[in-house]
């Protein structure tokens, strides 16, 4: 009897048939995250630019190539991004227009007057645009060139200015539509989804730096560069929230949250760095005897930084470094350390304290944002960029200056295509005056027009010109369009891509009425590389040093920042000096790069100490005004003036000046603990603790003299 076949087992074949589906889908899977991201992103950026090309034909514009230039410009990787810099970009063509209208107005057949009237609000804009460094910025920009845009045509032919403004507000309006409506609506990545995972991402990095720290397995120079990219990811997840504002899921309840998330990473990454520096000097040469003591303490917390920080987490934490700490006490009074080391010791556990409490909030608050929670936060300080002056009026003068240098230029060479030049002087003067590393991305551009000048010639000429209606029009121009879109999914090719698509969009999206006039067409594309090479050599040659992130202008506004804690309202105003130091290190990190230098670093380095400086004058302030008139009333206000000095002049006598204040602080403070209240003791040791942080931090900033051990407050 033959055995029937067993059919419950799969055929070898099917295995392999299944193995392979599944290894495909994996593939896929792969190519989607990564290769497939930026195809998709370049097939919304087509849809976007020929959708627009398509109606503005259909509604007869002048100039189609505005409106598809409009969404090359607006093709972002986020539906949030497209949306706010939309939003922007339509406000800022409104102001230009109607600053065009009004110069020719004031100006009309008035070409000297005129050009200067165009200088003075292009060197305005440009400034503004520098000042505000987001996507506000950006609006400047658009107000300074786009008056340029409308009113340099309209020089000879001023009763052709408000047919111009019309049109260009029509066309920029209808490119804004299409790249918004495409961008939201095919495939969306929505900004909140990537504000998330920012968030997740620099919770993870602060957690683990703050383990390392703690365990001692970074060095000096590492710390400075972690707290250098810190302040550059405290400015970009304040970037993504801004644009995920403006999606349609986006709660004002959320953005509240996001704004205290990072005031609290602000709180805990000060905190962090003033106890790492004390833990430094206690165990510089001769090591204090303490140190011992304080050791396992760092430990406990470091291995609390191993495990999910929920808030009954903390609590037990908390707890249990009360009874270590209140255990080291005990022994320190049986050691009888010198006074300093007993200083340096109370100062470290206070500090201590203040950092677990600093990471429970930061915690709390990213949990709950993870969670999505609704939270009940007090109304956070927003993030506000501040640029230094001198870079700010740099960048009016700059831009100012090259327009006037183009329209002496035009008048010299009497050359009929000069307006295109001046326009896109006017342009990357101002888009570049934003820019860390200005030069770098000129020059990206303008290797992206060269690109485009013998691709865009050879499209128009052979292929274009032989397209028989729409279809086939856009076949013959998709290649480089797609090529343009798809180089700026690479960063580091990004300004190549953008100059390349316009380039391409100027020359080659035909008009209503085309004419095919070879010297006409090397006329227009000579002139478009012609102005950006004006503006390069403007920031080559005028205030080179006055650029964004430059560091010492960068380090003379930390010192003014510092020097403002010393007066004015008290108001918000540590959250304030938190965000304008920050903001200055994230300008400092994207002008310095990947890998700074030691000039960056030792900008850090002051920076830091200064914050730390800060923190201490806005909490002996706090403290003096709720003072009555007596010795530590006094004696803190003394430290206050001394230190306002000091930053006013930084120097070996102002330094030593503050010290002397601080060390008679001491004294009068300790006297008034015995007799003050709990929660008036508690103020009191705060402030112990910042005048012996005051103190070493000054220590730290000068050679010590030999012999001297009073290093305490």
Known sequence: MIPAPATDLPHPASRAGKKLAASLIH???DWRASEGERWIFVAKAMLAAFSALWLAFRLGLDSPNTAMTTTFILALPSSGMVLEKAFYRLLGTLVGCTSALLIVAIFPQQPVALFLALALWIGLCTAGAAMHRNQQSYSFVLAGYTACMIAVPAIDHPTTVFTLAVTRVTEVGLGVICAAVVHDVLFPRHQSRQVMRTVQARYDSFI???QQTLEHSLSPAQIELHHLRFAADIAALESGRAAAFFEAAHARAHTRQLHAFNNAFMSALTTCYTLHRLLRRLRAHPPSPVLALIEPLHATVAAALREDLSGARMEHVRATLARQAAQAQA?????????????AFDTALELLDRFVRDIGAFAALYHGLTQQRQMQVSDPVAYSPRTPTGIVLASGVRAAGALLAGATLWYWLAWPYAAGAIIMTAIFCALASSSPRPVAMIRQVMAGFLLAWPLSFLCEY????????YPMLVLAALPVFALGSYLTTDPKRAGVGLGLTMFAAQVIAPLNQMQYDGAAFLSNTLAMPVGVALAWAIFAVLLPEHTMGQKDHIAAALWREALAICKGALFRRKHRFDHRVRDLLSQLNAAAGPAPGAP??????QGLTLLELGHSVIEMRQLIAASEAGPVRNALALCVDQLAAYFRAPNRASSAAVQYAVLQAGPPIREALAEATPARQVRLRTA?????????SLLDQMPQVPGDTNHAA
């Not at 960056?600 to 380095?605: D, L, S």
């Open 27 to 29: 593939q896929l899977r």
């Open 208 to 210: 683990a730096f703050c």
């Open 331 to 343: 022994q320190a009074a049986l050691l009888k350390p010198e006074r300093a080391q007993r200083i």
């Open 462 to 469: 052979l292929l274009v010109v032989r397209a028989s209606g």
């Open 600 to 605: 960056a670093r030792a900008v850090v380095r």
């Open 688 to 696: 112990l603790t910042d005048l012996h942080s005051i103190y070493t």
